[in-house]
């Protein structure tokens, strides 16, 4: 997995490209918790993410609890058709702003 950083205009874009599972959430996970601070604004763009597993939806909702408790705004962008249903069966999906594309993520978060 790779993960691609960017700081746009004080909101951080992660993208992340690959799949995350259990060999590559805990990297994922890193990349996005050292990024969050206080008041942070956050876009995650999951476009070229094919799968998600367990263990990257797991990373999701770490990633939302840490966010919450530092008052930090994650938005995700152009989730594919497969992940968004395991987030919504799972009921992570209503953690998060969800946008369409990256354009208006980036709007929404800042």
Do not use: H, W
């Not at 805990?26 to 763009?45: G, M, S």
């Not at 994650?74 to 999906?93: C, K, Q, Y």
């Amino acid at each position: 997995m790779q993960v691609e950083v960017r700081d746009d205009d004080g909101v951080v874009l992660i993208e992340p490209v690959g799949d995350i599972d259990g060999k590559t959430a805990p990297e994922f996970q890193q990349q996005v918790l050292e990024r969050l601070r206080p008041e942070a604004r956050i876009v995650l763009n999951l476009a070229r993410v094919a799968f998600m597993s367990s263990a990257g939806l797991r990373s999701m909702l770490l990633i939302y609890r840490e966010a919450k408790s530092m008052d930090a705004r994650v938005v995700l962008a152009e989730i594919n058709r497969d992940i968004r249903n395991s987030m919504s069966a799972t009921g992570f999906l209503p953690f998060f702003k969800v946008c369409d594309s990256v354009q208006d993520a980036m709007q929404d978060a800042g």
